[in-house]
């Protein structure tokens, strides 16, 4: 940075050809929302900050090509010093959630990060609603969405139960069931469904789930 990549000027963010982002689903960026769609990737790399450009232009190869009214956003980023050198540049995605990611950039000691968002969470909510108001249910799927991103665990529990209703002594439901119940605080019903599932996978020939039940009954003695 700063020799073979010049400070202060557009860079294509990659060596060859333009680089590129796809978004499935409408993201945001810098505050900016964008539609789904695909878009180029530039930079303006200094040593402290780089300017990270969203842009409509697909083939940008060299700075006398681009075209700033064809910015989609801009973003100013701290240039984060590593306590080890990228021999290699390196674009990657980390810290990936539902609803989030940051797209790192990395080279020689410095990575930058740009946090990219999308509301995900409120679709799943709106298929949720939908399908379980339909039939057949999808209690399952449901409760374990609510359960893994956090939200209400009463109303996770009472789906697993409906889960139950519909596939009575499935060990793979009753092992999340218990995990939901450890989840509650209570224990007792907890270690009981566990045990329950134990029993019902090792009926089905099931090891996995025998030993996730084990693992989890330790956790509640």
Known sequence: MGDIVPFGKVWRTGANGATTLTFGDDVTIGGTKIP?????LLSIPNADSWTLII???????????????????RVTLPAIEL?????????QFADVTANSCNLQLMWENT?????ITTDIDSKVMAQIKSQVEGDPRPYFNAAMYYMDNGKDLNKSLEWFNKALDQSPGAFFILYQKATCLAKLGRKDEAIKTANEGIEAATKAKNDDYVALNKR?????K
């Open 111 to 115: 990575i930058v990060i740009l946090p």
């Open 55 to 73: 842009t409509k232009q697909l083939n940008v190869t060299s700075p006398a090509a681009y075209k700033q009214e064809s910015d989609v956003a």
């Open 83 to 91: 306590k080890y050198d990228i021999e290699n540049f390196t674009i």
């Open 216 to 220: 989890l009954l330790a956790t509640l």
């Open 36 to 40: 789904a769609g695909k878009y180029g």
